[in-house]
Structure formats: C-alpha cells, structure tokens
C-alpha cells in the first residue's frame, strides 16, 4: 500500500514539474524555438503565445518591429544600387568629383538606411525574448510543498515538506 502512494504522489509530482518552458536560439537561417527539448514551429509558437495576452503584445510589437526592419534593409540595399549605378556612371562629361558628388547621397542613404534596420531588428529580438521570457514566467510559481528524499529508521523514501 505505502508504494502505492509513494508511486502515486511522485507521479503528481511529476507532472507538476513537467513546465513546458519555451526557448529561442539562433541559428544560420533564424531562430529555432523549443518547447522543453522538443523543437516546435513559428506558428506552433505563436499559438501558445496568444493565449496570454501581455505576451501577446509583445509578440505582436516584435513582429511590427521585424516588418520595419525588413523594409529599412531592402531600402539599404535600393540606396546600394543606386550608389553604385551613380559612381559606375561612364558619361563622358562628368569627372570622377562629380561621380562621388552623385553618389553621396545615396550612401548617407545607406548608411542610415542601414542604422534603421539594425536597430529595429534588434528592439525586434529584444521584444521576442520578453516574450518568452513573460511566457515562461507562469511556470516560475512555486508550489506550497515539495518532496524531499528522507531517510530514517523505518527506511528510504520522499517526504513532502510544507
């Protein structure tokens, strides 16, 4: 009887602990999420998250975030032909001055274009990872009690502690 109780609460416990804690790591192509051990997809992900609606914001502004930084690096690289078309620019009548001249703008074009796209992509990453960070938060609350290995004269076995 008692190893049928034992066998019971440390099956309780087990599924107590069991906390499906979410986690993100980068990898060559993006990143890669995982939930406990197990590699889960964006959009099984996305379902989790917007169960909860704080994380849900802060996916959301993650996801705006990404968008506009998609559109400064692809606005980067628009200013990157341009510049190059400016200073490759084989008209007789302009002199090498006058090419560079042609091409300042687009390289400031570039250059802030490309200061853009940094920055929202990483206040993007940093809105994931509050994400999962508050996601996760929710398996962070302890139980009142938890089992404890105890040994004493009757023998081995777990203990619950208050």
């Known amino acids: 009887m008692k190893s049928i109780c034992l066998l019971v609460i440390t099956s309780l416990f087990?599924?107590?602990?069991?906390?499906q804690e979410i986690t993100m790591f980068s990898s060559f192509t993006g990143y890669k999420y995982y939930q406990d051990d197990k590699e889960i997809s964006k959009d099984d992900l996305q379902s989790l998250?917007?169960?909860?609606?704080?994380?849900?914001?802060?996916?959301?502004?993650?996801?705006?975030?990404?968008?506009?930084?998609?559109?400064?690096?692809?606005?980067?690289?628009?200013?990157?032909v341009w510049m190059t078309l400016e200073l490759l620019n084989d008209d007789p009548f302009l002199?090498?001055?006058?090419r560079a001249q042609n091409a300042?703008?687009?390289a400031l074009g570039v250059i802030g274009t490309g200061i853009v796209g940094g920055i929202f992509m990483y206040a993007s990453?940093?809105?994931?990872?509050k994400a999962i960070l508050t996601y996760n938060k929710q398996f962070d609350n302890?139980?009142?009690f938890r089992l404890v290995p105890a040994c004493n004269e009757n023998g081995l076995g777990l203990a619950l502690q208050f």
Request: proline share 2%; aromatic share 10%.
């Open 125 to 129: 990453n940093n809105s994931k990872k």
């Open 95 to 98: 002199s090498g001055r006058d």
């Open 49 to 80: 998250l917007y169960k909860n609606d704080e994380v849900k914001k802060f996916w959301k502004k993650s996801k705006t975030q990404e968008a506009i930084s998609i559109v400064g690096i692809a606005s980067e690289m628009s200013f990157a």
């Open 104 to 106: 300042l703008g687009p």
């Open 14 to 19: 087990t599924f107590i602990v069991n906390a």
């Open 142 to 144: 302890k139980t009142s």
